[in-house]
């Protein structure tokens, strides 16, 4: 990126979707009540990982990022 630009919609959603599967990874709970919760926190991290991450990463011209969010973050 250039020096005063502005990052394209695409980075930004990028950066904001990595942002997110980081704040996911984090949440844990060991409640049986919330079995169901985390199995969809679980669904989310592995769709954005493994299908928006990559098609962001594409469409931006970018090579996979591994910023600590990914490697099975969830």
């Known amino acids: ?6 990052p394209s919609p695409l980075a930004l959603l990028r950066d904001r979707t990595t942002d ?3 704040d996911l990874a ?3 709970s060991h409640d049986p009540a919330a079995a169901r919760a985390m199995r969809a926190v ?3 991290c592995h769709t954005l990982e493994y299908f928006w991450v990559p098609a962001l ?3 931006l011209g970018d090579g996979p990022h ?3 969010a990914s490697e099975d973050a969830c």
């Not at 990126?1 to 502005?6: P, T």
């Open 1 to 6: 990126m250039i020096a005063g630009s502005e």
């Open 20 to 22: 997110a599967l980081a």
């Open 26 to 28: 984090g949440l844990r």
């Open 42 to 44: 679980r669904l989310t």
């Open 57 to 59: 990463d594409s469409a």
């Open 66 to 68: 591994h910023d600590g």
